[in-house]
């Protein structure tokens, strides 16, 4: 019996979720873009054409992420340049990304789809597939629990965040059928119709066909997928090898439908931060950066990593930052030890004269592996105190303990509509 295969892709997504954060950008034309080389504040210290300007060479270098449907609509799109975009669609929202939000709502949305199965495989940020083909038992039900999901994720995500489905017995034809009807779309082809589903669309529509690829396909005289179709497999390995077999079989419907649930490690473990007040005192930036070292080391050790590598950086009050990386011969996965380190680098190059506004520090060169073991008995009796407050975290919390040294710091929470500063 062939297998059903769900694939789920968010529509206009760090835009949508940006609207589904604040309230007052739903409806409205809006693109998420970076912060460019400049980041100056336009928000009333200009008017007029000085903030035009002001504007505009924050803008100069980035480019449209995403744009909602309202600026679609409008002609904004992918890739496009903010000013481009601009000059098209002037009453253009343009919004600085949030990569921890978009984070939060993908582990929503593949927490959804793991209730109804252990084979997810997630595709990016925004996509996903999944074998539903128990919970679903036939078609019909795979249409049903389609839009099942579909009103979980309107209910615990937003109704702002909407998602285009596609069903079929392999994750080719599902993503297929997915992109075939957007935005908010459910398409379900069973095998029977495959052929035939496949021969309506594109070319480019098949993931795997770029441009390049369509254009030498052009040179063979084949311009649709009707055309591929026709394509004998000979002509097409002669062509493109191996991957003349591919095509061969894409143009058929016919594709991979083993589902990947293996997620690659992380390859930094970090945290930043933004203080309200600056940091002008060697004591102030110790015990902040003491307590940032705790939460990365909390977080390392909580999914089992220890770091051979450590950097630290400080962005000053007005001019600019600075940074370094240093590796160590010696993993760790002590907050302390983390802290330590950090605050050599950092003493070293850092300007004294200067006020801190933000702090960051980023353990990398992960191992996967359990806290080391020392051969010292007051290094392992660190070990094993921090052992018992991570039980004690797991339980009950990132902030059940604090250094007595970290008392006074406060990391205030982000107002971002969906995610907070600390572990929760």
């Known amino acids: ?32 873009a970076g912060k460019g080389k400049h980041s100056i504040d336009v928000s009333g210290a200009h008017s007029g054409s000085e903030r035009y300007n002001v504007k505009h060479a924050r803008l100069r270098r980035t480019v449209v992420t995403t744009a909602s449907k309202e600026a679609k609509r409008l002609g904004v799109k992918t890739a496009m340049g903010s000013l481009e975009a601009l000059q098209i669609c002037p009453e253009l929202i343009i919004i600085p990304g949030d990569p921890k ?59 702002a965040c909407t998602v285009s489905i596609g069903v079929a017995n392999n994750k080719l034809l599902a993503k297929l059928a997915c992109e075939s009807m ?25 993931c795997g066909i770029g441009p390049r690829i369509e254009r030498r396909l ?18 097409l390995t002669d062509e493109f090898k191996s991957y003349g077999q591919f095509l061969y079989l894409a143009a058929r419907g016919l594709g991979d439908d083993h589902i990947n649930t293996q997620s690659e490690d992380p390859k930094s473990v970090g945290h930043s931060y933004t203080f309200p007040t600056d940091l002008d005192t060697p004591q102030e930036i110790k015990k902040n950066l003491l307590a940032l070292c705790d939460k990365v080391a909390w977080r390392m050790r909580r999914d089992g990593f220890i770091a051979t590598h450590i950097s630290v950086y400080a962005r000053y009050k007005e001019f600019g930052g600075t940074g370094r990386q240093k590796r160590y011969k010696e993993a760790m996965s002590d907050g302390l030890a983390l802290y330590k380190n950090a605050w050599r680098l950092l003493d070293q190059i850092r300007d004294p004269d200067t006020s801190i506004r933000l702090l960051g520090i980023s353990a990398s060169g992960l191992i996967k592996t359990k806290m080391p073991a020392n051969l010292f008995p007051k290094a392992e009796k660190v070990n094993s105190t921090l052992a018992a407050l991570d039980k004690l975290q797991l339980r009950y919390g990132s902030g059940i303990w604090q ?22």
């Not at 709502?105 to 990016?124: C, M, P």
């Open 1 to 32: 019996m062939p297998k059903i295969i769900l694939h789920l892709d968010f529509n206009s997504y760090f835009a949508s979720v940006e609207q589904q954060a604040n309230p007052f950008l739903r409806g409205k034309a809006i693109a998420v």
């Open 101 to 159: 939000k978009y984070s939060i709502i993908t582990k929503r949305f593949l927490a959804i789809l793991r209730r109804y199965t252990d084979a997810v495989e997630q595709f990016s940020t925004d996509e996903a597939f999944a074998d539903i083909s128990v919970a679903a038992g036939d078609w019909m039900g795979a249409t049903l629990l389609a839009q099942r999901i579909r009103h979980e994720i309107r209910e615990l995500i937003g109704p």
């Open 182 to 206: 957007k935005p908010n779309g459910l398409t379900v082809v069973q095998p029977k119709d495959a052929k035939t589903f496949v021969a309506k669309q594109e070319l480019q529509d098949i």
């Open 218 to 235: 052009h040179i063979l005289g084949i311009s649709s997928l009707k055309g591929l179709q026709r394509t004998p497999l000979y002509k």
């Open 403 to 424: 250094r007595a040294r970290t008392l006074n710091t406060e990391f205030k929470e982000r107002t971002s509509g969906w995610h907070y500063d600390h572990e929760v």
